[in-house]
């Protein structure tokens, strides 16, 4: 069915079999002149010797139009190049890729590192292990580098102990990771290193089980809930707020270890800390001086508890380590 449009250049009436045409024969073709003005034959473009219409390849359908075939166009006009040189680079990066293609999907015969038994894998693939068992067997036996090749040196921790060392992070950054450290530590999240005692004390007080870091801690819980601490206690609870305190110029966060009400209505936060660290180290006294000055802008009493005051003796650790193993049974 034939249809009626107006071209949107000459604005004339025309027919056509497709509804979706825009432009009229004579505006086509003047858009087409304007087109290749610019542009070079046979490199941009090539010329029909027939109708003299120019496209980037002479095709089957266009000799339809001239009631001719390829093989009867290429007798009349044997010196025709039916492509142009834009056309042909077109064609050829088409070909390169489907070629691409097919060598993706070839596949390949390679012996697994662990137990030589030959696999199929595809050639593009880095896998070396022909399962996940045998790679978790490898990697235990060779833990330092590449598997079964490659071992660090001394020389290389060094040198990379070296490129380490001066970086420093921003304020913001440290600033975020000790408010989400602290975070961790009140919701549980966070674990103690594997080199301290760890584990899970039931307080008859409380009715319910404490998570302990550290052997001082369960000292500390021990002593907490005592029949005679019983009497005066009214409850206590562990990792429960986080206090600002400045260091280098940073803004950070502790979390004081346990918190005690008393049944007179007294409150009291203790700290379990070695004596060396009391003495030596810079952060565990900006974190006890920051804890004291909440206390006391609060009304609450602070007491740091060492191995004086948690009666922790060569024999008080094996006593502790005793108690560890059933806790744990």
């Known amino acids: 069915m034939k249809c009626i449009e107006i071209c949107k250049n000459c604005k004339n009436n025309f027919e056509t079999n497709s509804c979706s045409q825009e432009l009229c024969k004579e505006c086509k073709i003047k858009k087409q002149q304007e087109k290749y003005k610019v542009l070079i034959e046979n490199i941009d473009y090539v010329v029909c010797p027939i109708c003299g219409d120019k496209f980037m390849a002479i095709t089957f359908s266009h000799l339809k139009k001239h009631n001719l075939t390829m ?7 044997h010196n025709q190049q039916l492509f142009c040189e834009k056309y042909k680079i077109k ?13 993706k999907t070839q596949r ?12 199929e894998v595809l050639i593009t693939s880095k896998i070396k292990y022909c399962c996940q068992v045998c790679y978790r067997e490898h990697y235990h036996k060779n833990p330092h580098g590449k598997r079964g090749k490659f071992k660090r040196t001394k020389e290389m921790n060094e040198n990379m102990s070296k490129l380490l060392t001066g970086r420093k992070n921003s304020k913001e950054s440290n600033e975020k990771r000790s408010i989400s450290m602290a975070n961790a530590i009140m919701s549980g999240k966070h674990k103690a290193k594997d080199c301290w005692e760890t584990g899970w004390f039931f307080s008859k007080i409380n009715n319910r089980e404490f998570y302990y870091r550290s052997s001082y801690e369960l000292a500390a819980y021990i002593i907490l809930d005592d029949e005679d601490a019983q009497s005066i206690i009214k409850s206590w609870k562990t990792e429960f707020i986080k ?4 260091l ?3 803004v950070k966060h502790t979390v004081p270890d346990i918190s005690v009400e008393y049944k007179s209505g007294k409150k009291q936060f203790v700290e379990c800390k070695p004596q060396w660290k009391l003495d030596k180290d810079e952060k565990t006294k900006a974190k006890i001086a920051a804890t004291q ?3 006391d802008e609060n009304n609450i009493i602070f007491s740091v508890w060492t191995e004086k005051e948690l009666g922790i003796t060569k024999e008080r650790n094996k006593e502790l380590l005793e108690i560890q193993e059933e806790l744990k049974k």
Request: with cysteine.
């Open 293 to 295: 000055k909440y206390c």
């Open 91 to 103: 064609i050829g990066k088409a070909i390169t890729k489907r070629q691409t293609g097919i060598i």
């Open 243 to 246: 206090i600002p305190y400045l």
């Open 71 to 77: 093989n009867k166009f290429k007798e009349l006009y």
């Open 248 to 250: 280098n110029c940073v």
């Open 108 to 119: 390949k015969l390679i012996k697994c590192l662990n137990c030589t038994k030959e696999f």
